[in-house]
């Protein structure tokens, strides 16, 4: 671009706003120990009695999305605390969020060493969670892996363009397309389910155990 002559003092005076917020929640359950060492359990049996399924798990044991029949009333509590979140971060239009029914699938993940989860989505419900129920040793040296990864999905738009393009925040940062959570056992991370998201490979020793939930609700 060229000077513009007469007009080279015009000043912009901008505000920015952030838009299209999305929730994500990181949740630190207290007082839990006691739940999470059943549902620990419940899953070691599970894990020893039937076969894996294949999901977005590289290497590592995936249950069926049936834990709440197995899982005891550990896993009753934790489905109902994981509702309680996922509605509190819920409004429906002209609707009060307490009259729906509100369901959860529940499965188990047991990764082994170098185990990892592709980036994936959970299609067809509003919420997705995760529950952390042990997070494996750490190694000799060197860091423990396994952090839980968020994809930014409006990443693709702007990757067609120019890859290394990024949008500054309202910090005047520019913002990050993948977001990595580190986590522990006894965390409860909610979001919306279709955002992408994947597990770091399990870098520690010993087995990592994760719980997975889909939220939603009826009618
Ligand atoms: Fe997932």
């Known amino acids: 671009m060229t000077a513009s002559g007469a007009f080279d003092g015009i000043r912009v005076r901008a505000e920015q706003v952030g838009l299209f917020e999305t929730p994500i929640l990181h949740g630190r359950l207290a007082d839990a120990d006691a739940m999470t060492a059943a549902l620990a359990a419940a899953i070691r049996a599970r ?44 409004h429906f ?40 129920v042990d997070m494996g040793a750490p ?16 990443f693709p738009i702007p990757l067609m363009r120019m890859p290394g393009f990024r949008l500054r925040g309202i910090d005047g940062q520019p913002q990050p397309v993948e977001h990595r959570m580190p986590t522990a056992a006894g965390d409860l991370v909610l979001f919306p389910a ?26």
């Open 47 to 90: 894990h020893a009695a039937v076969p894996s399924l294949s999901r977005s798990n590289i290497g590592g044991w995936h249950s069926a999305t049936d834990m709440l029949d197995w899982g005891g009333p550990a896993a009753t509590a934790l489905a109902d605390i994981a509702i309680r979140m996922a509605r509190r971060c819920s």
């Open 139 to 154: 190694p000799a040296s060197g860091e423990t892996g396994g952090e839980l990864f968020f994809e930014d999905p409006r």
């Open 93 to 132: 239009e002209g609707r009060d969020a307490a009259s729906f029914e509100w369901t959860c699938k529940m499965w188990a993940n047991v990764s082994p060493p170098g185990a990892l989860n592709m980036s994936h989505a959970h299609p067809g419900v509003l919420w997705a969670a995760v529950y952390y």
């Open 194 to 219: 279709w955002v992408r998201h994947g597990v770091r490979p399990h870098a520690g020793t010993g087995d990592r155990i994760s719980i997975a939930m889909n939220i939603d609700v009826v009618g």
